[in-house]
């Protein structure tokens, strides 16, 4: 991999990554078609990162389907799949690695950091990795996990990783569902009543125009739990920067709303954009 970026940096060629943990769908394919579009090689890595799960049954039941993934891909246009093993990413493997502790501030700290410990921590450093393995000019990264972008900024920023990190949209499925490879793990029943969640959150951004954020963050919760099936671990109303909770609309130009809620074990992440 190395030698490949190295050879077409010569050449003068812009290199595109798109991180990824497999499994891929529509969502995946928006980032690389966009990254097909602005660089000359397009690398998306697909590696199942055991270091950013804190749950490991998650981790055991992760969709794969390397097969299907690199069909894929070739269909959109990408240069590479970079699959690599644990060992490549972690030598001396995972247990082994050098632990750093990364400086990702407080927009680590709130919603997916407060309830997934440590997963932030397991995203900077395979991300750091893969950004420092295949030195590219743009980084690909999608909405959908909204914190996540702001934490991955932060990362390059403190580890001084020059990269454009480009954010892209949220893809859905025709019922609002926003396309995620556990949404694979759903049964039949799950699939049916988890459209709910984007159905709640849409509907919220007509209703905020007239009420406070506190209605709006209670009716949005009462939608959802109201869905036999459907539990919300959190929704929180915040800056789109800071990812601090705003109590007011008018505390910020840039407000969204970021939900997670399980549907039976699986947990689903979505989030809408209240002001921009
Ligand atoms: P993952 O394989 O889940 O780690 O996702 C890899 C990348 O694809 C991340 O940057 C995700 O935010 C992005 N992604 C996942 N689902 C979607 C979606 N429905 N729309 C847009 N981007 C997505």
Excluded at 239 to 244: A, E, I, P, S, V
Aim: glycine letters at 8%; one cysteine or more; a negative charge.
């Amino acid at each position: 991999m190395e030698e490949f970026v190295s050879h077409s940096k010569r050449n003068g060629q812009s290199v595109g990554l798109v991180p990824t943990m497999g499994a891929l769908h529509d969502g995946h394919l928006s980032l690389v078609e966009r990254a097909v579009g602005e660089n000359d090689i397009t690398v998306v890595s697909l590696f199942v990162n055991p270091t950013q799960f804190n749950n490991p049954t998650d981790l055991a039941t992760y969709p794969r389907d390397e097969e299907s993934d690199l069909r894929l891909l070739s269909g959109a246009g990408a240069t590479v799949a970079f699959a690599p093993g644990v060992e490549d990413i972690y030598p001396g493997g995972v247990e082994n690695r050098a632990r750093k502790e990364f400086d990702l501030g407080t927009v680590a700290e709130v919603m997916e950091g407060k309830f997934r410990p440590g997963h932030f921590q397991g995203v900077a450093e395979v991300v750091s990795r893969l950004l420092r393995l295949v030195r590219p000019d743009r980084a690909y990264f999608g909405e959908k996990d909204f914190q996540q972008i702001a934490v991955i900024r932060r990362m390059t920023e403190t580890e001084g990783i020059d990269v454009d990190i480009i954010a892209c949209p949220i893809r859905r499925a025709d019922d609002g569902l926003a396309l995620s490879s556990r949404n694979a793990l759903l049964t039949p029943e799950q699939r049916a009543i988890a459209p709910e969640i984007h159905r709640a959150l849409a509907g919220s951004v007509d209703y905020a125009r007239s009420h406070s954020v506190r209605a709006t963050h209670d009716t949005v919760v009462e939608q959802i739990e109201g869905v036999p099936g459907l539990r919300v671990e959190y929704f929180e109303i915040v800056d789109g920067r800071t990812l601090l909770p705003v109590e007011e609309w008018e505390e910020s130009p840039w407000i969204v709303g970021c939900i997670t809620v399980y549907c039976g074990d699986i947990r689903l992440i979505d989030n809408i954009a209240y002001k921009k």
